[in-house]
């Protein structure tokens, strides 16, 4: 399929459900994932919050990276807006930028930490987690 004939995933998904996306390494996860985070901060009958997206993988460095290329992205579509003098965008784009660190990105272990301890008096559990590096086997 050419460049032009290809369909951008992010233009299919039912938003209304969880979505995952899996794929190979190198076959552009972060870019779509990119896209589809835009797509939700700029669309018009979604108008979802950058800190109402969970975005969950698996290692530190996946997630570092993704939360940066986000960032950027917003930043320089914001950076557009601005100067085509689109007030509507640059303020959902802005509210983004300024919301940027209550995102949720993480790993998965990282995520269920933070949900532990969120909700840890429902849970009858500790206040404080600890993820642990340690390996068991079980015999």
């Not at 992205?73 to 100067?83: G, H, L, N, P, S």
């Not at 790993?107 to 987690?129: D, V």
Request: include cysteine.
């Amino acid at each position: 399929m050419s460049e032009n004939n290809k369909k951008n995933i992010w233009e299919e998904i039912d938003y209304s459900k969880p979505t995952i996306i899996e794929a190979s390494a190198g076959t552009g996860k972060t870019y779509t994932l990119e896209r589809i985070v835009l797509e939700l901060i700029l669309d018009k009958e979604r108008n979802y919050s950058v800190n109402e997206i969970l975005i969950v993988t698996f290692t530190e460095k996946a997630a570092g990276e993704i939360k940066e290329r986000i960032r950027k992205i917003i930043t320089e579509e914001y950076d557009k807006a601005r100067a085509n003098n689109d007030a509507e965008k640059a303020l959902k784009l802005k509210s983004a930028i300024d919301l940027f660190d209550s995102a949720d990105i993480s790993t998965i272990h990282g995520f269920c930490k933070k949900i532990l301890t969120q909700y840890a008096f429902e849970n009858n559990s500790a206040l404080s987690q600890e993820i642990s590096k340690d390996t068991y086997t079980l015999e």
